[in-house]
């Protein structure tokens, strides 16, 4: 768009779509130009944007994070993950921080038993819905089944530009035999 042409999307559409997703204002205003004010497409669009982001970070270095506990209201159920990020400043930030927090409990509510699909030892031969039960990136999200935790994870790496890995997790059960 030239600087001489005036964007006809409301502050109020970007407002609200930026609340929804958490993108930077240019992300918001540009995704709903292209989509013509379709919010759904301009969801899309930013869905697809923070793909493409997620993708450019993917070897980058990630020795900074945080180790996250969720523990169940009874006391008998927990999990612990670690998530890694490039810089101690983003592992600072809320976002991440709500992240780590949400994957603690996605680990204890699902018992999810690999990270990602390649993670599934090759003699096991799984289904595309046993994948889904079994390996946390392609579970649904428990807040919001819509998402799965590896969506969660691509806007989490859009949102703060660096790369983002769930590097491990344990869930602890009482009376669980060891």
């Not at 993670?119 to 392609?138: G, H, Q």
């Amino acid at each position: 768009m030239s600087p001489v042409m005036k964007s006809n999307i409301s502050l109020e559409a970007i407002k609200a779509l930026r609340e929804k997703t958490s993108a930077s204002l240019n992300d918001v205003r540009n995704a709903l130009e292209a989509s013509g004010g379709n919010e759904a497409k301009a969801l899309e669009h930013l869905r697809q944007r923070g793909a493409q982001i997620a993708e450019k970070r993917q070897g980058r270095k990630t020795s900074q994070g945080r180790v996250e506990s969720y523990v169940h209201h009874n006391g008998r159920l927990g999990a612990l993950v670690e998530v890694n990020c490039e810089t101690d400043f983003v592992a600072r930030t809320p976002e991440f921080l709500q992240f780590c927090r949400e994957v603690a409990m996605q680990v204890a509510a699902m018992s999810p038993r690999y990270i990602r699909a390649e993670d599934v030892p090759s003699d096991r031969r799984l289904s595309p819905e046993e994948i889904k039960d079994v390996c946390l990136l392609e579970q649904p999200f428990v807040k919001d089944p819509k998402a799965t935790v590896h969506d969660l994870l691509k806007a989490l790496i859009a949102k703060t530009g660096e790369n983002v890995v769930i590097r491990r997790f344990v869930t602890f059960t009482l009376g669980e035999p060891v």
